[in-house]
């Protein structure tokens, strides 16, 4: 699965925005208060909303008219993805999810809501779902209808208009789309990472991902040596040919039960306990336990990684990320960093910029001259510091 298509319309500064072509591994750019954490909020968004339904999720950003672009109060928030993916007994399709939220009598509600997939031979898509104020249908049968038998289609109300039908009937297996899709937003990793949550001791427990927050690594650590080493190693590995000095990380439980994260220094007979590594350390370890989790996420969404790293580290985490996309997930990634752009083709690289107060995003390889400066040598990174990139944005 990936997304190849985003198209927002009165979410925040996007007021009417859609990146076609979207690759496995995208790098966002842009200045400050442009909206590249807006940006990745969508996919939170889409979680909270499946998680906790609409109103809430609504709420924990100020309310439907926080969310909606200012002076469009009156009209729908529009979500739309298109996604590349494998359907049971049809094949690789591009499906398309599409989100509409209105606000009736003060009341968020989901005004639309339709999960459907191209067709090769063209003609009108095949809806699986198709719902408007909690009410509507779904289809129970889609492998029967690729060997040619008659579709059934079965008509559902939700016990509430700001329930998403994918949640309400992504709970049973006859209706397998809205079930596939259900579990697709739910395994989406979008982190919000912070070193001295990743530093804390944790009451023992079981913990096979790493949490958005990283507040549950030295639990991972634990699981990965206990049921997965080959993959710890592989990351330690990497760890030492990267991070000078540190030799082992282990995951060590004391007398009280609490589990702690120590590093080993080549240098020192006894290991650091992780309160005492640098910032840079603990997320470099941290990002590669993400990056090769033995389940791998479809999608992550990661803010700003360059912070608490230093420069020479930032090419091999781009190397990293790509890695990751190379097999088989996606990854969006926000950035202000000069050298972690040197190290991303410019085809992965979209630029948002403000335009009379909206925000708009743009490919930078769509620009023919930042493609001619890219052949001549120059470096991504170093047109960012030079505000060259802006340039896609030029009439």
Known sequence: MRIVRIRLKNFKVFQDVTLKDVEPYAVFVGKNGVGKST???????????????????????????????????DEPIVIELGLRMELEGIGERIVTYLLAIAEDKGMPIVAKEVLKYTQYQGGKPFEFIHFENGAGSAITNEVEIVSGQGERREDQKLDSPDILAIKGLGQFQRFEAASAFRSLIENWHV?????????????????????????????????????????????????????????QVESRQMDDGRV??????????????????????????????????????????????????????????????????????????????????????????????????LTQVRRASDDVNLRAFVEAGDKPGELWRQNWLTQVFAK
């Open 191 to 247: 982190s919000d990472f912070h070193v001295q949550a990743a530093r804390a001791t944790r009451d023992a427990g079981y913990a096979e991902h790493l949490s958005p927050e990283g507040d549950n690594l030295a639990l991972v650590t634990q699981y990965l040596y206990e049921q997965n080493k080959p993959v710890l190693n592989k990351i330690l590995g990497i760890m030492r040919d990267r991070v000078p000095g540190v030799a």
């Open 260 to 357: 702690v994260l120590r590093f080993q220094d080549g240098s020192f007979k006894d290991p650091f306990v992780a309160r005492f590594v640098s910032d840079g350390t603990i997320k470099m370890f941290a990002y590669l336990v993400l990056l090769h989790d033995p389940t791998p996420h479809p999608l992550l969404c990661v803010e700003e990684p360059e912070n608490q790293l230093y420069p020479e580290l930032l090419q091999e985490l781009s190397e990293e990320f790509e890695g990751y996309s190379r097999r088989g997930g996606q990854v969006f990634v926000s950035t202000h960093s000069p050298d972690f752009l040197n190290a991303v083709d410019l085809k992965s690289i979209y630029v948002l910029q403000k335009i009379g107060g």
């Open 39 to 73: 940006l990745f909020d969508v996919f939170g968004f889409l979680r909270d909303c499946l998680k906790e339904n609409v109103r809430p999720a609504l709420q924990k950003r100020g309310g439907f008219r926080e969310v909606v672009s200012r002076g469009h109060r």
